[in-house]
């Protein structure tokens, strides 16, 4: 109990990263963990389980060759020397998405009948007003960046936008 209270305290100071399943976690901790991340996941409409998709991407790469990284994700956006020797590689990727487009249509109208004899009469008018909304193209760009040492071994990432 005292771990799922910790863990709340940690994703309350410093948000989703804490719920980041770490190879030196206990198994308490990493139950606890995975406890924390279901309410989080449904607060967040499930966009924190994305973040943590894509940061267990990331990290799978510490360790790997930057020659291998080049093969997986093609030629980097830009390379940046580091003060020791190494460098960062940096991806940049431009995403868009559309949402679609939709129309609403109001319609008001009036009607009065009366009766005759035995025949009824009704008159009367509408008028419909239709409002039209394009579709919405939104597009940002990601950011994926890779410190190598001068071993060509990769050693850092960070990242930006899912």
């Known amino acids: 109990m005292k771990r ?18 770490r190879a030196d976690d206990s198994t308490g901790t990493k139950v606890a963990k995975g406890i924390a991340r279901v309410p989080v996941a449904i607060l967040t409409l499930g966009l924190s389980e994305g973040w943590h998709a894509r940061e267990r991407t990331m990290e799978s790469w510490v360790g790997g060759s930057e020659s291998n990284l080049i093969m ?27 949402s679609p487009g939709y129309a609403n249509t109001t319609t008001t109208g009036s009607a ?16 419909s007003t239709t409002t039209y909304i394009p579709p919405q193209v939104h597009q940002w760009q990601v950011f994926r960046a890779f410190r190598i040492n001068s071993f060509g071994t990769i050693v850092g990432y960070s990242w930006r936008g899912l």
């Open 4 to 21: 799922i209270a910790l863990t709340s305290l940690l994703v309350g100071l410093c948000g989703c990263a804490s719920l980041h399943f």
């Open 112 to 127: 009065t009948g009366y009766a005759y004899g035995n025949t009824a009469y009704a008159y009367g008018q509408a008028q």
């Open 72 to 98: 997986a994700w093609g030629p980097p956006a830009g390379e940046y020397p580091d003060a020791n020797g190494g460098k960062v590689v940096v991806f940049t990727e431009q995403r868009m998405s559309v």
